[in-house]
C-alpha cells in the first residue's frame, strides 16, 4: 500500500499561535492531496486540498503546501484557536486516483 | 453536518456472527467510499462505488468483506463470520458529481467479542 505519514504524532500551541503540521507521502503518482480533521467521535471533516500541479493553495485561516521533489505535504494553521483542537490528517489519492490513503495523524491541541 | 447518515452508530457481535451496517449519503453523492478506522489510525480504503457499480476495492480487503449499492443510493456493508480484529470504526463518504471533496459519515463502531 502507500506510505503516508507525518512527522509529529501529537503537536501543543498556545491560542493565537500558527500551527504547522507535516507530512511525507511515497507515491508519486499521486496528484491529489486532501487534509482532514477529525473531532473525537465524529468523521473526518474536508479542511482544505491541492492538487499536484500547485504547490500551495489558501482557505480561511488554512494554508497548505505542496513540496513535490521531496514528497512534502504541510497544513498551516493561522491563529490556532481551541476548536482547532482535533486529529488531523492527510491523505493522497494513489495510483488509481480513487483509493484514498491516509496517514496516522497528527493530534493537535490548543492551550488557551 | 454532512448530510451522510450511518446506521447503526455501535455495533456489539459475538466472533462468528454476521454484520450489515447502511450508509446514506445525499441524493447528489454518485460516489460513494467505504473505509475503516482502527483506534490512532487514519482510515484505511475498503471499496468505492460510481453510482451502483463497485469499481475499486481494496486488496486488503477479506472475502468476509462484501459491500453493495442496489441502486445507486445508500450502501451496506456485510462482514460475514467477524472476528476480533474487525473491531474498529466503519465510515462511509460520499462526493458529489465531478468533485473530489468527500463528506464523511459519522461512522458505526463495531466491538467483536
Known amino acids: 500500500g502507500e506510505s503516508v505519514g507525518l512527522h509529529l504524532p501529537t503537536l501543543s500551541v498556545q491560542e493565537g499561535d500558527n500551527s504547522i503540521i507535516n507530512c511525507a507521502y511515497s507515491n508519486s503518482a499521486s496528484d491529489y492531496f486532501i487534509w482532514y480533521k477529525q473531532e473525537s467521535g465524529k468523521g473526518p471533516q474536508f479542511i482544505i486540498d491541492?492538487?499536484?500541479?500547485?504547490d500551495k493553495r489558501q482557505g480561511q485561516r488554512v494554508t497548505v503546501l505542496l513540496n513535490k521533489t521531496v514528497k512534502h505535504l504541510s497544513l498551516q494553521i493561522a491563529a490556532t484557536q481551541p476548536g482547532d483542537s482535533a486529529v488531523y490528517f492527510c491523505a493522497e489519492n494513489g495510483d488509481t486516483g480513487n483509493q484514498f490513503y491516509f496517514g496516522t495523524g497528527t493530534s493537535l491541541t490548543v492551550i488557551p | 453536518d454532512t448530510g451522510v447518515s450511518q446506521d447503526p452508530r455501535h455495533k456489539i457481535t459475538k466472533r462468528g456472527q454476521n454484520v450489515t451496517f447502511r450508509c446514506d449519503p445525499i441524493?447528489?453523492?454518485?460516489?460513494l467510499y467505504w473505509y475503516r478506522q482502527t483506534l490512532g489510525q487514519g482510515p484505511e480504503f475498503l471499496t468505492y462505488?460510481?453510482?451502483?457499480?463497485?469499481?475499486?476495492k481494496s486488496r486488503l480487503l477479506s472475502d468476509r468483506f462484501s459491500a453493495e449499492r442496489p441502486k445507486g443510493s445508500f450502501s451496506t456493508l456485510e462482514i460475514q463470520r467477524t472476528e476480533q480484529g474487525d473491531s474498529a470504526m466503519y465510515l462511509c463518504?460520499?462526493?458529489?458529481?465531478?468533485?473530489?471533496?468527500?463528506?464523511f459519515g459519522p461512522g458505526t463502531r463495531l466491538t467483536v467479542l
Open positions: 463518504a460520499g462526493t458529489a458529481g465531478g468533485g473530489d471533496e468527500q463528506f
Open positions: 491541492i492538487r499536484s500541479n500547485m
Open positions: 462505488f460510481q453510482n451502483e457499480a463497485q469499481l475499486e
Open positions: 441524493s447528489e453523492h454518485n460516489r
